[in-house]
């Protein structure tokens, strides 16, 4: 199983009851897949607890189970991985194809984030945002339930959670006031990047849209609504 490309991975799994329990054991165990062409993971109305995958190279189409999908929210993918948000907002780390799952740190350690849940006026359970990390001053609580909506723009990773050997960075993009910080596996908190403080080299007060992972000189680029760049590395320092 483990020397197929993804559409005849699928077509093994469903020629019969052993092939099968082939196949299961294959996305049970995690087991990586070999160098191929991408395919597109996509969801539609029709399909309530799969997703629809299609191979570019064949022009083949197939369904995959996925109820686990239930209620998550994407907000990023690469390498095969999709980075989502469950119900609470709390993201993790999923291959839609082995069924590989990793957590990352919960939302309440975003930096202005309160630690803990509070209720909002309508008593639905919620968080409070810091408009300025550190002060006094609360924007309106956000019900837990839309927190992935309002709080998080991007996540970009640095390579495959399954491959050197740990060392998967994710890069969030996220509110209040377009908030930059990255995790790496094992970790239990968001590190926040200060911006415009001469170190880091980003200015503070731009407002970054979107990112991408360059794995030839281990940084990540920035991208801001103007359409300029900024960068940081995304390496073994604790401080990018």
Known sequence: MGELDIPNLIRAG????????AYATFRRLRLPSPRQP?????????????????CPSTGANFQIPLPQLRGLSPIGSAHGWLVVADEVGNLHLMNPLTGGRVALPPITTLRGVEEGTTFDEDDNLAYNFHQTPGDSTLL???PVSEAADCTYDRAILSCAPSSAGG?????????????????????DRWTWIQTGD??????????????????KDGLFYLYIRVGSERTFTGGE????
Do not use: K, M
Request: with cysteine.
């Open 14 to 21: 469903a020629v019969c009851a052993p092939w099968h329990s």
């Open 38 to 54: 991408p395919c597109l993971l996509y969801s539609c109305d029709a399909l309530e607890s799969a997703a629809a995958l299609y």
């Open 140 to 142: 309106a609580p956000i």
């Open 167 to 187: 060392r998967c960075v994710v890069l969030l993009l996220h509110a209040p006031n377009c908030g930059l910080s990255y995790a790496r596996l094992g970790d």
């Open 198 to 215: 001469g170190v880091t080299g980003l200015r503070q007060g731009n407002f970054y849209c979107n990112a991408a992972y360059n794995d």
């Open 237 to 240: 320092d604790d401080n990018p």
